[in-house]
């Protein structure tokens, strides 16, 4: 024991793990996807007369058995990661005495794949799908998101500041370009130094963004369109940061969240057939799928992989100087040459 609560003082270990996640630092969406899988094993468990303190390796066993039943293999592997990770974690913490996954887990054939074989659609289905989408803040983000290839978390975090639109967009709100945008009309600047639980321009933070270094991102006619759009509508915002997208549902002029663009995601691509509960990246178009989706058609288009790549934020300094240095010539050009049309 490491001088921890023993067991029998901990009531709720699944609470007692999520909050130690928290403290950590981990994300939200991290904790929930943690939450919801422990849950699960916690109530299979219960159903057999038994607690995460007292499992086996059979009833874990058991477990991983009846999760292959509905779910593809990654799946399988991540849920079982997860379990395992718990057990590991609360073990060292001194609150368990044993880790029963761990002979579970070095005895199953199935591997969490970091990179899997995506669901391919065409821009004419896109297209589809970009056309039912009609509510104006719903729009803007799923445009900003499949038009600049950025994080769901990144465009959470943008702000007014951060979008150079038009001089009477910006006079509307009293709300200048950062500096960044000068001579960079109709762009977006999305920066690599938001960190989840950082207070920026008077607002903590409740996702990070995770480029390498901050990147200047063309807007295109049609995302203009729909960022102004949705801007005449816009609810005042609760922040001092005053963010681009903010909710019009029960948390009125709030941040939008990364859950909440999740959810907008889910509903319009489950009526198209595009996601299934248990489906995996294999199957489901997520807000990361509009990453993917970015990356694979810009690069097709353009056979620039540096640029692809300055624009989604992940490149070397050497060659992201380059871009950066050379922005209105080589970014914007190749850019808007070749950016797919949505509308």
Request: contains cysteine.
């Amino acid at each position: 024991m490491s001088g921890e609560r023993p067991v029998e003082e901990v009531p709720d270990p699944v609470e007692y793990f999520l909050e130690d996640l928290t403290y950590h630092g981990r994300s939200e969406r991290t904790r929930t996807a943690y939450e919801r899988v422990l849950r699960r094993f916690e109530a299979f468990l219960a159903e057999r007369g038994t607690t995460p303190a007292d499992a086996d390796r059979r009833v874990c066993l058991a477990w991983v058995h009846g999760v292959r039943a509905d779910h593809a293999p990654s799946t399988v592997a991540t849920y079982a990661t997860y379990v395992h990770r718990f057990y590991g974690y609360m073990t060292q913490a001194g609150v368990f005495d044993a880790n029963p996954m761990a002979l579970v887990m070095a005895e199953m054939d199935e591997s969490v794949d970091t990179d899997p074989e995506r669901r391919e659609l065409g821009v004419s289905a896109m297209r589809t799908f970009v056309a039912s989408v009609t509510h104006p803040l719903e729009r803007a983000v799923i445009l900003t998101l499949l038009k600049t290839g950025m994080r769901v978390g990144e465009a959470c975090n943008l702000d007014l500041r951060d979008v150079h639109l038009s001089p009477a967009v910006h006079d509307a709100f009293d709300v200048p370009p950062r500096p960044q945008l000068d001579n960079r009309p109709d762009s977006v600047y999305v920066a690599s130094d938001v960190a989840r639980g950082q207070v920026v321009d008077g607002e903590e933070r409740t996702a990070s963004n995770k480029r390498k270094r901050a990147t200047v991102v063309p807007v295109d006619a049609e995302l203009r369109r729909a960022l102004v759009r949705w801007l005449t509508i816009r609810p005042d915002a609760r922040s001092p940061a005053e963010p681009l997208f903010v909710s019009t549902g029960e948390e009125w002029g709030e941040r939008l969240t990364t859950g909440q663009v999740r959810t907008v995601v889910r509903r319009h691509a489950e009526a198209h057939g595009w996601y299934r509960t248990g489906g995996g990246a294999t199957e489901n178009v997520t807000p990361h799928y509009f990453r993917h989706f970015f990356t694979t058609h810009l690069r097709d288009r353009t056979g620039d992989r540096g640029i692809v790549k300055y624009l989604r934020g992940d490149v070397a300094t050497d060659i992201i100087d380059t871009y950066t240095h050379n922005w209105g010539d080589r970014v914007r050009e190749v850019y808007e040459a070749n950016i797919y049309a949505l509308e």
